[in-house]
């Protein structure tokens, strides 16, 4: 079987991940994949370490930079290079490369064998989505999704919950099948990290883009309540976004600012979290959330709000504590409650591991998505 993979791309994010760790595997269990990848200009730099790293674990990798307005273009290149090699199967990922496949499909290759693997959908949605309540989506990120969806074979999703929500948003009539991420956690020597990574007794942690949907409101506004019970405490705030100066600003409102650290991007989070007494992750909804199982793997026990998709993950009480939706004083609560007991703390973290070890590993991903191939007898 041979599989080209598609991708859009700005940056690496969970999506670029996930391949990354999917595809060396797909190979080894006999499905061998190539992987394009496209981008703007101003991230072809970016791109073409990511690109690299690819091809060094063994996956044929072509990098496609291309204009703002080079659909036809760039489907019309991927197409030339399905036709030299004898591919019929296109495997995208994300909004932009489904419009790609789907162009490429209506007007070169009508017969293109498309299936689209849907790592989330539109942020502003997420942001407000709940089942059964009415949003509206007739905008053009609605109507892409749609003419997309009709030229699509066969979508998977990474999560019940992103499953769910396109069938419940009327996108789709049916209920895509799902396949979890899994990741892997290379060994490192926690000790030479200690000292950089362990700013306070205790130590919080919160990692993502900030913005609205990743709920860090929620925490700052729950921290004092945790400062009062554990004055020295610091959150550490990993990541950039949109909503970083408003967090900045909120906490000095509240006059905490000097119990939290924003430490920007970070090139290797897994010290930071492993030297972390409890992870927060309040998101309003998460297609999968790979920081959960991050922190499963690296033992930091999770308090998270109780949304798709982190409660697939989290088994409330035994893998970790999940908070209704945007209640911050349950949620200083739960945290406060698992600083207290430092014993519960680890007996929770023990079982998340095991969830990990159980399924959410890479190994588990790959023999799932190879499994899930094989089934469509292509």
């Not at 760790?21 to 190539?34: N, Y």
């Not at 296109?90 to 490429?104: E, F, G, K, P, R």
């Not at 409660?311 to 911050?328: A, H, R």
Request: aromatic fraction near 10%; proline fraction near 3%; charge should be positive.
């Amino acid at each position: 079987m041979k599989i080209v993979h598609l991708i859009y791309t700005h940056g690496i994010s969970g999506a670029e991940k996930y391949l990354k760790h999917l595809l060396p595997g797909l190979k080894q269990e006999g499905i061998d994949c190539d992987l394009i990848v496209v981008c703007p200009k101003k991230s072809s730099q970016v791109i073409k370490a990511y690109c690299d790293e690819l091809r060094a674990l063994g996956i044929k990798t072509t990098q496609i930079v291309t204009g703002r307005f080079s659909i036809i273009k760039t489907a019309k290149t991927i197409h030339a290079y399905l036709k030299a090699n004898d591919i019929h199967i296109l495997h995208s990922h994300l909004l932009n490369s489904d419009l790609i496949a789907a162009v490429l499909k209506s007007l070169f290759y009508k017969k293109l064998y498309l299936i689209s693997t849907k790592h989330g959908y539109q942020e502003k949605v997420l942001q407000q989505y709940e089942p059964g309540k009415f949003i509206p989506l007739h905008d053009l990120y609605y109507h892409i999704t749609k003419y997309t969806l009709r030229k699509i074979d066969m979508n998977v999703a990474v999560s019940k919950g992103i499953s769910e929500l396109f069938f419940n948003l009327k996108l789709s009539k049916t209920v895509f099948p799902f396949i979890h991420h899994g990741v892997t956690i290379e060994e490192f020597d926690g000790e030479q990290y200690i000292n950089t990574c362990r700013v306070s007794d205790p130590q919080l942690i919160i990692v993502g883009r900030i913005e609205l949907f990743k709920g860090h409101r929620f925490l700052i506004e729950a921290l004092p309540a945790v400062i009062e019970k554990f004055p020295n405490v610091k959150l550490l705030v990993l990541g950039e976004g949109s909503e970083k100066e408003n967090c900045l600003i909120q906490a000095k409102a509240l006059g905490i600012q000097q119990h939290i650290q924003f430490l920007g991007f970070q090139s290797h989070p897994y010290s930071f979290i492993s030297h972390s007494d409890v992870i927060i992750l309040p998101s309003l909804f998460e297609p999968f959330g790979l920081v959960y199982i991050e922190a499963f793997a690296l033992k930091t026990p999770v308090v998270a709000f109780n949304t798709a998709a982190g409660n697939e993950i989290i088994e409330n009480k035994q893998t970790g504590l999940l908070v209704e939706k945007g209640d911050s004083k349950a949620l200083a609560e739960k945290i406060i409650y698992l600083l207290k007991n430092p014993a519960e703390r680890s007996e929770m973290a023990a079982r998340a591991y095991t969830k990990y070890t159980n399924s959410f590993t890479t190994g588990v991903m790959v023999k799932n998505t190879a499994a899930w191939y094989r089934d469509l007898g292509l």
